[in-house]
């Protein structure tokens, strides 16, 4: 059993050069034993690329990365490292051998030296888990996407291995098996695993990961958990329902109000579609949403003033944070300040 | 010390036991080709040695099982055309087709790149030469069924040069697949060498009059020569004149030449295409 917050992968400086071509610049960024991270960034930012680096499918150019030994001292896994914890990986679109999946696990299961007298009820485990128990001895050539990408996930943790890459691992999968992967992923991580994750669905990201490291064109964006970005990157939002209806003519007047009130709590910067105002009406939930920097103290005094000062003026339902959209915000904001 | 021993001893075992799942997964996943190829092999066999002296009347044997087994494996014919290119098809996509078909994202890293290139070429020499060990049993069969007298022993002689000679081939496609693209194009340059490349190599040395003992087709000979029981004394080369000039054209090389270079031929391919496929990326 690894020990929690313990450094299990750290990458340093990265590098990777195609010919002329710079696919990754620089690249830092560490993951603590027990963590999820998620991989953000648009086609061709070099996510792939990263994860076929940690997964020494590729060498990087110049830099590091260093995977924890089962000794608890960090290796670089380009200099010949011995002993290093277990990983586990899917990268890319998973093809496979032409056989079924019972002796492709099997097989995996043999390479990677996990148990052989549990080899076979952790096979039937997962098979029932991903709902692929039927298919246990079908060719693989006949399954579907998205039962391709559920057995690659199985071959990546077949051998529960301590460090799991996954690349874009819910691609072609229903939603089912989604919040399927998605608990599964969670249980792993409350066994002390740690887990990579690229991805372009915002929300399970959202869902589960603790940190995110952005990437754009090869170049790192951020590396944080994902409150501290959106407070870096100012789009930290607060929803306020209002349960009384609100006059069209009177939303101007309160709008002022508010801003007068709350100006040292709310953060205004340039107005443009990507980064609206501070304060902003929303007609058709008949509701305002104030942009803050995201602590605790600063919500609380929001709210306060609202209940105070904006008794009579607004009737405050219910008071809460945009999750989701706030992620897409975050994504699409930190990109647009690298273009 | 004994504990270093020990950590080197389990760690022979849990290397042999990864390179042993994978020579068992490539068998498991290549048993089709094992019995398609090992029919092809014994039914041209039967069609085009067999059958003529059973069908075709007036049809006479050669008097005696050496020139028998000669005959049917004799440089260029059908059948061993057929043995050769079995083992081109086999060994044509052991590496590149882990690339082209993207299944490596299964393995790497989760085994070295050496285990997997050696496991598999164990894997699949397995399999040719268990093809050719039926190809030879039948040939073997046939010749007690037609003569009625006890097999040669030179005829194990034989089988095994060919499986060395099958090795060289096996790494020498194995080489190729392990940087070219796709298993079509090893399948047709492999094909080209044994057709016409190997043979073209052996004309530069002939003119000279040395021993071109670097030469495949000349290395080949071998094969046929050491089934005659008196192999050991048979001149290794005839002498001629072309006008004024004494010229000498060799018949076969020396057991032990043979051994070396065939040897030297395989280690040499194996270990460049190690190399290769260490430095491809995925």
Redesign the interface.
């Known amino acids: 059993m690894l020990i929690i917050s313990e450094t299990i992968l750290k990458v340093e400086n990265v590098d990777k050069k195609y010919k002329k071509f710079s696919a990754l610049n620089q690249i830092n960024f560490c993951i603590q034993s027990g963590e999820i991270v998620g991989l953000l960034g648009p086609n061709g930012a070099g996510k792939t690329t990263i994860l076929?680096i940690i997964?020494?499918?590729?060498?990087p150019s110049s830099g590091k990365v260093l995977i924890i030994d089962k000794n608890g001292e960090l290796q670089d896994i380009n200099n010949s490292p011995k002993n290093l914890i277990e990983?586990g990986?899917l990268?890319?679109?998973?093809?496979?051998?032409?056989?079924n999946p019972y002796?492709?696990l099997k097989?995996?299961a043999?390479?990677?030296?996990y148990r052989k007298q549990n080899t076979i009820s952790r096979i039937n485990f997962l098979l029932k888990k991903f709902d692929l128990y039927d298919w246990k001895y079908k060719k693989i050539k006949t399954f579907s996407k998205g039962m391709k990408q559920k057995l690659g996930f199985m071959?990546g943790i077949i051998h529960e291995p301590d460090l799991v890459i996954l690349d874009e691992p819910q691609t072609g999968l229903d939603p089912e098996s989604r919040i399927l992967m998605r608990d599964f992923l969670k249980q792993i991580q409350s066994e002390g695993k740690s887990i990579i994750i690229s991805s372009h669905m915002l929300n399970e990201i959202r869902e589960i990961c603790d940190k995110i490291v952005l990437i754009n064109k090869g170049n790192l964006i951020g590396f944080d958990t994902i409150d501290n970005l959106e407070r870096e990157f100012f789009v930290k939002e607060i929803i306020c329902e209002i349960s009384n209806p609100i006059q069209l003519n009177d939303v101007s007047i309160i709008m002022n109000k508010l801003e007068q009130e709350l100006k040292t709590l709310i953060i205004n910067t340039e107005d443009d579609d990507k980064n609206p105002k501070g304060i902003r009406y929303d007609s058709t939930h008949n509701s305002f949403i104030f942009r803050y920097d995201g602590s605790m103290d600063s919500r609380s005094k929001i709210l306060n003033i609202l209940s105070n000062k904006f008794s009579s003026d607004l009737a405050v339902s219910s008071f809460y944070e945009p999750k989701d959209s706030q992620l897409e915000k975050l994504y699409t904001q930190m990109l647009s300040k690298t273009k | 010390m004994r504990k270093n021993n020990r950590n080197m001893h389990a760690k022979i075992i849990?290397n042999l036991?990864?390179i042993s799942?994978?020579i068992k997964?490539e068998i498991?996943?290549q048993k089709k080709k094992i019995i398609y190829f090992s029919i092809l092999a014994i039914s041209m066999y039967v069609v085009i040695v067999v059958m003529p002296y059973v069908l075709i009347p007036n049809t006479s044997l050669p008097p005696t099982q050496y020139e028998f087994y000669q005959l049917n494996r004799g440089y260029m014919s059908y059948i061993y055309l057929v043995l050769l290119l079995i083992n081109s098809f086999v060994f044509s996509g052991i590496i590149n087709s882990e690339y082209t078909?993207?299944?490596a994202?299964?393995?790497?890293?989760?085994?070295s790149k050496f285990k997997i290139y050696f496991g598999k070429f164990i894997a699949n020499f397995l399999i040719l030469i268990g093809i050719y060990t039926i190809h030879y049993l039948v040939m073997a069969l046939f010749s007690y069924y037609f003569y009625g007298e006890p097999i040669f022993y030179t005829l194990i002689f034989s089988f095994g040069l060919f499986i060395l000679y099958s090795l060289v081939l096996a790494s020498i496609t194995t080489f190729l697949s392990s940087f070219m693209a796709s298993p079509i194009s090893v399948l047709i340059t492999i094909m080209g060498l044994i057709l016409i490349g190997f043979d073209l190599i052996n004309l530069i040395p002939t003119s000279l009059g040395l021993e071109p003992i670097y030469s495949l087709s000349y290395l080949d000979n071998i094969i046929n020569y050491i089934l005659y029981p008196n192999f050991s004394s048979l001149p290794r080369y005839i002498e001629y004149y072309e006008g004024s000039d004494l010229l000498r054209r060799w018949l076969f090389p020396s057991l032990g030449g043979a051994l070396f270079v065939l040897s030297l031929y395989s280690i040499i391919f194996l270990l460049v295409g190690f190399i290769l496929f260490k430095r491809r990326?995925?």
């Open positions: 076929k997964s020494q499918l590729t060498k990983r990986f990268i890319d679109i998973p093809q496979f051998y032409d056989t002796s492709l097989y995996i043999r390479l990677t030296n071959v | 849990y036991r990864k799942a994978i997964f498991h996943l078909q993207k299944t994202l299964n393995i790497f890293p989760l085994v990326d995925l």
